[in-house]
């Protein structure tokens, strides 16, 4: 087992520790994207009101729309700090040609210039030397089948959550408010992700040193054709599909 291996994942952790990488949720991202850019107080129709440069940037932006810009900054925020606007949907509702596809095009677009500055990179892992194993056939190498974030699976190394807590403090040198905060994020492992993860477990008798051995941290792929960060959906019944874009 070779160090630069196995410290890949560690390497990664390590980064997020010493904030040259981040792990963040969507909403989380998306509130720091806009909060980070310059915001004006404005006055519109005898309003007062808030203009939020990034939707005012570029050859082609976003032109008025300023309570549907308020409103989403509102709910963006308000989600990304673990409001009830994180189990809703903001919808976009009006009359064809109004601006929605635009808006929600416009904002993917600035989400993904965002996602490729390296310290908003997003990454996932992948498992290799599965020939090891001696039972996926000729299958080598397995990335997460839903891009999961390597810090996901830092926060299911082990069996319990406190033994993994205890591993990224000891190793990683997160305090306890800061594992606190990064586990407002926790989710476990897929079901693909968990199944393999539990056969490593097992080669290597649990060591987990052998263990990280099998894990490589890979860039998120952001082809806006893949839909991997951002994409659309069409709606499933065409009363919603005429009214909203997802």
Same mark, same amino acid.
């Given at each position: 087992?070779?160090?630069?291996?196995?410290?890949?994942?560690?390497?990664?952790?390590k980064?997020?520790?010493?904030?040259?990488?981040?792990?963040?949720?969507?909403?989380q991202?998306?509130?720091?994207?806009?909060?980070?850019?310059?915001?004006?107080?404005?006055?519109v129709?005898?309003?007062?009101?808030?203009?939020?440069?990034?939707?005012?940037?570029?050859?082609?932006?976003?032109?008025?729309?300023?309570?549907?810009?308020?409103?989403?900054?509102?709910?963006?925020k308000?989600?990304?700090?673990?409001?009830?606007?994180?189990?809703?949907?903001?919808?976009?509702?009006?009359?064809?040609?109004?601006?929605?596809?635009?808006?929600?095009?416009?904002?993917?677009?600035?989400?993904?210039?965002?996602?490729?500055?390296?310290?908003?990179?997003?990454?996932?892992?992948?498992?290799?030397?599965?020939?090891?194993?001696?039972?996926?056939?000729?299958?080598?190498?397995?990335?997460?089948?839903?891009?999961?974030?390597?810090?996901?699976?830092?926060?299911?190394?082990?069996?319990?959550?406190?033994?993994?807590?205890?591993?990224?403090?000891? $190793?990683? !040198?997160?305090? @306890?408010?800061? &594992?606190?905060?990064?586990?407002?994020?926790?989710? =476990? *492992?897929?079901?693909?992700? /968990?199944?393999?993860?539990?056969?490593?477990?097992?080669? $290597?008798? !649990?060591?987990? @040193?052998?263990? &990280?051995?099998?894990?490589?941290?890979?860039?998120? =792929? *952001?082809?806006?054709?893949? /839909?991997?960060?951002?994409?659309?959906?069409?709606?499933?019944?065409?009363?919603?599909?005429?009214?909203?874009?997802?």
């Amino acid at each position: 087992m070779s160090a630069s291996t196995q410290s890949d994942l560690l390497h990664h952790l390590k980064a997020i520790k010493e904030k040259q990488r981040v792990f963040e949720n969507a909403f989380q991202g998306v509130a720091r994207m806009i909060l980070e850019s310059q915001i004006e107080k404005v006055v519109v129709n005898g309003k007062t009101t808030y203009d939020f440069s990034i939707f005012r940037s570029g050859k082609k932006h976003v032109i008025g729309m300023y309570d549907e810009v308020n409103s989403f900054v509102s709910y963006v925020k308000d989600a990304a700090e673990g409001g009830s606007s994180a189990e809703m949907a903001f919808v976009l509702v009006g009359e064809p040609g109004n601006g929605k596809t635009f808006f929600v095009e416009f904002l993917c677009n600035r989400y993904r210039e965002f996602l490729s500055e390296p310290r908003n990179r997003k990454y996932t892992f992948r498992f290799n030397n599965l020939e090891k194993l001696g039972h996926y056939g000729r299958i080598n190498t397995i990335e997460s089948q839903t891009y999961e974030d390597p810090m996901v699976l830092g926060m299911n190394l082990f069996d319990t959550i406190n033994e993994s807590k205890e591993y990224l403090s000891k $190793t990683c !040198g997160f305090t @306890d408010k800061e &594992l606190e905060t990064l586990y407002d994020n926790y989710r =476990p *492992l897929g079901a693909c992700s /968990g199944y393999i993860w539990n056969d490593i477990r097992n080669y $290597t008798g !649990g060591n987990i @040193d052998d263990m &990280l051995s099998f894990i490589d941290v890979v860039p998120v =792929p *952001l082809t806006e054709s893949l /839909g991997t960060v951002t994409g659309k959906y069409p709606a499933k019944d065409k009363m919603t599909s005429s009214a909203v874009d997802l």
